[in-house]
């Protein structure tokens, strides 16, 4: 059964969601000048420039789940939080329900 809680959780994971986009659209890398339209004096420099960024992206997938990790974690600590309201909210319906139909004889 979803309830209000449950729905009142819903923006926390759609701003952790539009954080890690928003992380991921900030490593994109600017435009660059067509290799054709390089002068030979700047390809050296532009070569160098290209493989920084090769070892840079490199490092970045292997530290990638740096990132991931703590937003797999978050979900599932507002997935484990909306279950256990929903779950405390169960008990106290069948309590009420235990108690309202006088069932103390019955277990």
Same mark, same amino acid.
């Given at each position: 059964?979803?309830?209000?809680?449950?729905?009142?959780?819903?923006?926390?994971?759609?701003?952790? %969601?539009?954080?890690? !986009?928003? &992380? *991921?659209?900030?490593?994109?890398?600017?435009?660059?000048? +067509?290799?054709? @339209?390089? #002068?030979?004096?700047?390809?050296?420099?532009?070569?160098?420039?290209?493989?920084?960024?090769?070892?840079?992206?490199?490092?970045?997938?292997?530290?990638?789940?740096? %990132?991931?990790?703590? !937003?797999? &974690? *978050?979900?599932?600590?507002?997935?484990?939080?909306?279950? +256990?309201?929903? @779950?405390? #909210?169960?008990?106290?319906?069948?309590?009420?329900?235990?108690?309202?139909?006088?069932?103390?004889?019955?277990?």
């Amino acid at each position: 059964m979803r309830t209000s809680s449950t729905y009142a959780r819903r923006p926390v994971a759609i701003a952790l %969601l539009a954080c890690a !986009l928003q &992380v *991921a659209g900030c490593a994109s890398t600017p435009a660059k000048p +067509v290799a054709a @339209s390089l #002068e030979c004096s700047q390809l050296p420099g532009e070569i160098a420039r290209t493989e920084r960024e090769r070892r840079a992206v490199l490092e970045g997938q292997q530290d990638s789940w740096k %990132l991931v990790l703590p !937003l797999v &974690v *978050a979900a599932r600590f507002a997935i484990g939080m909306s279950q +256990v309201s929903d @779950s405390n #909210e169960r008990l106290s319906e069948l309590r009420a329900q235990l108690r309202s139909k006088d069932c103390a004889n019955h277990g």
